[in-house]
Each structure stands twice: as C-alpha cells, then as structure tokens.
C-alpha cells in the first residue's frame, strides 16, 4: 500500500476545508493560534515516515504530553500507581472537577487533568521540578532520535499564570492526601510539560515505542506496558470524545488542546496530526477527520 498518496490527499483536502473548529481560548497564549495550519506525519513499523502539510512545524502538545508522563512514572512506579490514580473513562471534560468529590480525591485515569497532575506529582516526589522536566524532555528526544525538542516557556507562563481549576483540582487531591508535592509546584511542572512543543514528524517518531510488534525505534518500556498505554488511550484519551473517536477511528489516541493527536495503529504505524481548530470535547476536528480518513483508507483497525 502507497501511503504517500493517501496523506497527499488528506493534505490537499484538509488544507482547503471550511468549518475548522475553534482554537482553545482558555490558555491566553494558545488562544493566539490560527486554525490555518495543518499537518500530518506517518511513521511505518519499519521506520519509514511519510509527512503531508505542516508537518515539520513545532506546535504545543499539551496533553500529548500525558502519554510520556504515564510511561515514565509506570517505569518509576509499577503498578503502585495504580492506588493513586484509576483506569475508567471519565465521561465528562478534561478539566472536570465532580468526579474527585464523590472518589475520595483517585482521579478516574491518568489522561483527564486530575489523573496527569497525579502523574507528574509522583514522578516529581522528591526531585526539582527542573529535574523532571529535564527528564521528560530526554525521554521525548531519545524516543523521537531528535534533540530539538523544546519547552516554550510563554505558553507554560501563561498557564500558570490563569491555570486556577488545575490549582483547584491539585489543593482537592492535596485535601485528600493524594498529592505529594505542593499544588504549585505539581502545577508548575504540569504547566511546563504540557508547553513542550514538537512538531508531527517529531511526534510521530516519538510514539514509535508504542506499535509494539517489533517495530523500529528504541524500546522504552515493556510489551505489556504498550498493551495497557494503547488500552487508555483507547478508552480515556479523548476525555468525553473517547467512545466518539474509537467509534470512527478504531485506533488508540490521545489529544490536545494545541490541537495535536498522536493516533497508534498497533504493529503498523505512529500518526501525528495537528490542526489547533477543535471540536466540542477540546479535540482537534480537522486531526479527527483527517486520521478516521487515514485509518479506513489503509485498513488500520484494532478491531
Ligand atoms: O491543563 C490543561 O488544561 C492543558 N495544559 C492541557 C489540556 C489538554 O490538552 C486537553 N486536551 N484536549
């Protein structure tokens, strides 16, 4: 199968498409984007990478980020992590705060905001935010086998400096003796690691380690751990979007609010895609379309 074809196709049809979506406006610095670009990049088991539209342009990853986190800190944790933090899809937004009222302060997963700042907090304990982020930052590198990887320092100021509900659902957790760190210095690595920007080729390097099946790349964690990362992707990645995205994709994915997807066809491929127009759950809309389109014209499918 030609994938150069199909993601030309793609492209030319994403890059002329009316309704765009909306940027997030909640994070002043994003709120800045346009919902022109789009990009896409494709990288084969075998460590081919394909690439239509922007795909080379650094864009803020947000959420993406939560991917790494939870593979570093199940690396650093096992299974403990688990106590902190549940594996159920949560049904409602990202930034939902109900939920941990009524669940004595365990987030429902690791990938909705609560569940992420449980994350970075347990791989923070005891170390220097700078440390983590330093980490995190290597771990993305070694996985994408580029070093230009990099945090934007404005948008991870401008987050801070108006991320009051992540604040909100950090001193909850805290209240509830979930939390290790204080909620500004879990918040403040949050903040910085959902500011690291990538572009989608570099993204899509990046998840290689998730295709499993002998696929090229470097190994970052087990066999197992790639079932079970793939797993809430699949069930948890797109927030109150998830059953909608595995209904019309079929593949796991995790999305953000920069309007990047990175999308896991296991044992085939690693798909980045970014267009910072989202739809109604916060996901980008024209990356949804464009990566449903991608999976039924190459016949990806879990199922
Ligand atoms: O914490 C936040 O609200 C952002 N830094 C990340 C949220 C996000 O990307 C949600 N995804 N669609």
């Not at 947000?62 to 991917?67: E, L």
């Not at 593979?71 to 109900?98: C, H, K, Y």
């Not at 690693?270 to 016949?299: C, D, F, H, M």
Request: net charge neutral.
């Amino acid at each position: 199968m030609e994938l150069q074809p199909i993601l030309d196709r793609i492209g030319a049809a994403m890059a002329g498409a009316a309704d765009r979506g909306r940027v997030a406006d909640y994070i002043p610095e994003l709120a800045r984007a346009s919902t022109v670009p789009f990009g896409m990049a494709v990288v084969t088991a075998d460590g081919r990478a394909h690439a239509t539209g922007d795909a080379r342009v650094p864009f803020s990853i947000q959420s993406v980020s939560k991917v790494f986190t939870l593979a570093i800190a199940l690396g650093r944790l096992g299974d403990q992590l688990w106590t902190r933090v549940g594996r159920e899809p949560s049904g409602l937004a990202f930034n939902s705060m109900i939920q941990l009222e009524h669940e004595n302060g365990i987030p429902r997963n690791p990938f909705i905001n609560a569940g992420a700042l449980v994350v970075t907090d347990a791989i923070l304990s005891g170390h220097a935010p700078r440390e983590v982020l330093g980490e995190i930052l290597r771990f993305l590198r070694e996985a994408a086998g580029d070093d230009d990887i990099h945090i934007n320092r404005a948008v991870a100021a401008s987050e801070q400096a108006t991320g009051h509900r992540n604040l909100a659902l950090a001193h909850f957790m805290a209240a509830h003796g979930n939390l290790v760190n204080p909620p500004e210095l879990t918040c403040g690595t949050y903040f910085h690691q959902c500011a690291i920007e990538m572009s989608c080729m570099q993204l899509a390097r990046a998840g290689r380690f998730l295709i499993g099946g002998g696929a090229t790349g470097p190994r970052l964690v087990s066999p197992a751990r790639v079932r079970r990362i793939n797993a809430l992707m699949m069930t948890c990645g797109h927030y109150d979007g998830s059953g909608d995205f595995a209904f019309r994709v079929d593949l796991p994915g995790k999305s953000g609010v920069g309007g990047g997807i990175l999308v896991i066809a296991p044992g085939r491929a690693s798909i980045a895609v970014w267009s910072p127009g989202l739809n109604e759950q916060g996901n980008s809309k024209l990356g949804t379309e464009a990566v449903e389109w991608l999976a039924r014209e190459a016949g990806w499918s879990v199922f």
